[in-house]
């Protein structure tokens, strides 16, 4: 069906970059729904899904990337666009409820009750505590007659230390003594400890929100030269922000186009899917993609580092074996000199070790042959760490087929997965881990030319989601998911990674588990 947009309405769509085909597409999407994915098994151990290493494996592969990363451009992708709004929600509910009826807290607020309990444990308590007294408060009076509203505003509210307001990134999450490092920090040591060039360098590029930019700024300026020294290391910083293009927009229950007070149409921003073209703007060789808020303490690091190691030398020798064959197929093509045994062989390594999916070739004339392999042999690759399930909401490792009935490894959400079909409850249930978010890419070829990431994304897998705006409910509409759908026609590697890699900090409490604190 086509809406019927005013002149303005033309003008703004074009200002922001998108086309109105887009925004029609975009419309066809809340009335139709994206299809769900079609699960065929849980990635496991058991069915090479998943790929479980050895000591010795361990060993081989970190080895081999620090053979095979010298002369290569090594980044850090850190997705930290996101406010920490979402971390204190207990507290913003408490501090606009509580009348400081004592007894009651336990029972009707034990979140924040824990937090106060543990406050001086948190990495930012001296800020707060010193932040009370420039404004002539003392923090003790104020928790001795239980006046806790107070002290959680002076931590939340802009005015003061404004931590409801500031991105994850930016928050003191652990001490060291009578130091503190914020997430961006933490992540700034990891950098150092696996991302390092052969020149020393260590490159970091944060995704970041255009109010936040200046904030990001100012605190690197801040930290450079004092992480430059203590590791010997020249830190290269860039931030970029999600693309206006990639913004959606947003309609009301009846699928209507909603619009904001001044009676334009209401955007907004497509999920850490939109971060594709960002992604797709990076020159490096090697790229490993963490979230922000997914850092520890050092004293917990060892663990995270060598497995990103592993990761990164399991990618480079997949990729130094899928580019020979690449540049064999070339001279194959070009002198018409084709080896059946050598076809096979290839083919045996597209379909066991990059588990691609490959129909059967047997009667395929060799040119046409020749050109499929080429074909899936030269993609973006990833090698995805996977933690065993404990419970996380989110993501997790999938045999899937899509809706040309190819059969491939997909990171795959909840929501995309069909809850009222007792089958694909079944697989789900099945699933035995999770996705933390810890990948490793290569999205040049063997020829060097960067890929177009755009090219390989499956757009039938976005989300459709509900948000409220005042009074209102709208549906707003994300993209395909940065490694989800936006890396669906990806080469995709799934390996077992320990627990101890994944210590994400969705609320404010969690930097009160043992992984967070001072060992």
């Not at 928050?171 to 933490?186: N, P």
Request: aromatic residues 10%; contains cysteine.
């Amino acid at each position: 069906m086509s809406h019927s947009f005013s002149g303005d309405d033309l003008k703004q769509i074009a200002a922001l970059g998108i086309s109105t085909d887009m925004v029609e597409h975009q419309l066809a999407n809340f009335h139709n729904g994206f299809p769900k994915i079609q699960l065929l098994e849980a990635a496991t151990v058991e069915n090479g899904g998943i790929v479980r290493m050895t000591d010795d494996t361990i060993a081989h592969y970190a080895d081999l990337y620090a053979q095979l990363s010298q002369g290569r451009r090594i980044l850090k992708f850190v997705p930290a666009s996101g406010a920490a709004t979402r971390m204190f929600k207990d507290l913003y509910a408490f501090s606009s409820t509580y009348f400081g009826v004592d007894n009651n807290l336990a029972n009707e607020y034990p979140s924040v009750k824990e937090f106060l309990q543990h406050i001086r444990s948190f990495a930012f308590f001296d800020d707060l505590h010193n932040c009370m007294k420039r404004s002539s408060l003392d923090f003790g009076d104020y928790m001795e007659r239980g006046d806790y509203a107070t002290v959680i505003n002076f931590l939340l509210k802009e005015q003061y230390l404004g931590y409801g307001m500031l991105p994850k990134a930016l928050l003191k999450f652990h001490k060291y003594g009578d130091v503190q490092r914020t997430a961006l920090e933490e992540h700034i040591v990891e950098g150092a400890e696996y991302a390092r060039c052969g020149d020393d360098s260590v490159h970091i590029h944060f995704t970041v929100s255009p109010e936040h930019r200046p904030l990001f700024r100012k605190k690197v300026a801040e930290v450079k030269r004092y992480y430059e020294s203590s590791f010997g290391i020249t830190l290269h910083i860039t931030f970029s922000e999600q693309r206006h293009y990639t913004d959606t927009i947003a309609v009301d229950e009846y699928n209507v186009p909603v619009r904001e007070d001044d009676g334009r149409l209401c955007f907004r921003p497509g999920g850490h899917g939109a971060l594709i073209e960002n992604l797709n703007e990076q020159r490096a060789d090697i790229i490993f993609i963490k979230n922000i808020d997914n850092v520890v303490p050092d004293w917990m690091k060892h663990t995270t580092v060598i497995y990103k190691k592993v990761l990164a030398g399991m990618l480079l020798d997949l990729q130094q074996q899928t580019f020979a064959y690449l540049h064999t197929l070339d001279k194959m093509a070009k002198n018409g000199v084709t080896t059946p045994s050598q076809l096979n062989e290839m083919e045996t390594f597209a379909r066991t070790r990059l588990h691609i999916d490959l129909p059967d070739t047997a009667t395929l004339p060799l040119p046409d042959r020749i050109a499929l392999l080429h074909t899936k042999l030269n993609r973006p690759m990833r090698v995805c760490g996977m933690v065993k399930n404990q419970g996380e909401p989110g993501g997790g490792p999938f045999f899937t087929k899509n809706t040309q009935g190819i059969k491939s490894l997909q990171i795959v959400e909840t929501a995309q997965i069909n809850r009222k079909d007792p089958q694909q409850e079944a697989i789900l249930n099945s699933a035995t881990h999770f996705n933390p978010v810890d990948l490793v890419c290569a999205t040049k070829d063997y020829r060097g030319r960067r890929f177009d990431l755009r090219q390989y994304v499956d757009h039938n897998t976005g989300f459709i989601s509900k948000k409220t705006k005042g009074a209102f409910t709208l549906k707003s509409q994300e993209l395909p998911g940065l490694w989800n759908g936006a890396m669906a026609d990806w080469t995709t590697v799934f390996v077992e990674v320990p627990l101890a890699t994944f210590n994400p900090v969705k609320t404010v409490n969690d930097l009160l588990r043992k992984e967070h604190l001072e060992n």
